[in-house]
């Protein structure tokens, strides 16, 4: 078995994820690229200093701003917004991989009696008109939905997305706007068949997935599993066991830990090429980059133990409401709360916290944030 120690295990993650060495990631080809690597970029709409898919790409990616991810999304839709780890980002040819998760939706939801009464109705609108919102439909009743209340026409276009009857076509602001999933989704992909025969398969699939994404992961529970169904003890135990045995994944002994840890057969090369000298870069990292997806795992690689505050009530916080890690090298040595005045456009920072001992490039640092405030486009002061 491949014996490593936590630094070189901490250089193989950021590398494979190119946050060490010059940024391997650049435009809309490189945002497909990545998030081919990662399987899905996790999204969630609050807007602070950028959304977290946002902040994920935009520490990778060369030059990025909204209007790459934007394009990549809705003008050549070589990405797609949909469910993966919660919402996410996928490559728009994940399609197929997904029907499983459409025929949960279809299967189920609140206020269905209401929704399925206006289905026929909603169709025959987007078969007439290129997009629409929640505001061209006429239904103003109130509804059931998870998070409480809402209009009748809300929730329709979200459970027929949800079932893959539309898809986004494009946002302005927070708001959505609909278009049938055959008008922008190709015939092929749309129409392809379940890849996976069975739901052991499906689950080998996912595991390898959610371990390219990270890294490393060990075969315990974790949250980087989050959203694949089945996926419990003894059988996520038999999940690492076959592809174990069928060459997909292999074991390896981590510094310090009692039980190995596991990655892609294929990303060994990366694992060797950590070894070479590489630059170091300082980066701020979203809160739910995929690096950052075992937190457990994270505190006992870098030694960074990181929380996520957001829906920590503000007297029991740490630090602060969003607050981003800071990369420099290989190590995290701080965390911050930048926040975007979105009317001056201006990045100021509210909070930082650095890490006990941690020697702070302080140019490299302000040049991450004057980077982030660019590619929000505004200025960092």
């Known amino acids: ?12 993650l950021l590398l494979r994820h190119g946050l060490l060495g010059e940024k391997q990631f650049a435009g809309q080809e490189g945002l497909l690229t990545f998030t081919a690597q990662c399987g899905c970029v996790q999204f969630d709409p609050i807007n602070i200093c950028g959304q977290n898919a946002f902040l994920t790409y935009q520490s990778r990616t060369a030059g990025f701003s909204a209007d790459v991810l934007d394009g990549a999304l809705y003008q050549t839709r070589v990405l797609i917004d949909y469910f993966d780890k919660n ?13 499983r998760t459409r ?9 269905r009696a209401q929704i ?3 289905r026929p109705q909603i169709l025959r609108q987007l078969a007439d008109m290129p997009f629409a919102s929640s505001d061209d439909l006429n239904l103003r009743e109130k509804v059931d939905w998870p998070w409480g209340k809402t209009t009748l026409a809300r929730a329709a276009l979200e459970q027929l997305y ?4 539309l898809v986004i076509d494009h946002k302005l602001g927070a708001r959505k706007y609909y278009a049938l999933a055959k008008n922008r989704i190709p015939a092929a992909l749309l129409n392809a068949p379940d890849p996976y025969p069975d739901d052991f398969s499906y689950r080998c699939a996912q595991v390898v997935r959610r371990i390219g994404a990270v890294g490393l992961l060990g075969d315990g529970a974790s949250d980087a599993f989050l959203c694949i169904d089945g996926l419990k003890g003894a059988s996520r135990r038999e999940v690492f066991e076959h592809l174990c045995a069928c060459g997909q994944i292999c074991p390896i002994t981590v510094e310090g830990f009692a039980r190995p840890l596991y990655l892609r057969t294929r990303d060994l090369p990366v694992l060797e090429a950590a070894n070479a000298p590489l630059q170091p870069r300082t980066e701020l990292l979203a809160p739910l980059d995929p690096l950052l997806w075992d937190r457990r ?3 006992r690689i870098f030694d960074f133990d990181y929380k996520w505050e957001i829906y920590t009530p503000a007297a029991q916080r740490r630090y602060g409401y969003y607050v981003l890690p800071v990369l420099q090298g290989d190590r995290l040595v701080s965390r911050v709360e930048p926040v975007l005045d979105k009317k001056q456009k201006i990045l100021r920072l509210k909070g930082r916290w650095d890490e006990p001992g941690a020697a702070i490039d302080e140019g490299a640092f302000s040049d991450s ?5 660019q590619s929000l486009g505004g200025t960092f002061l």
């Open 162 to 165: 949800f079932e893959g009857e």
């Open 87 to 99: 919402l996410a980002i996928l490559p728009t040819t994940d399609w197929p991989h997904l029907i």
């Open 297 to 299: 795992l994270i505190a």
């Open 369 to 373: 944030l004057a980077r982030l405030a």
């Open 116 to 118: 399925d009464a206006v």
């Open 1 to 12: 078995m491949i014996c490593i120690s936590r630094a070189q295990a901490r250089r193989f």
């Open 103 to 111: 025929r949960k939706f279809q299967a189920g939801g609140r206020s």
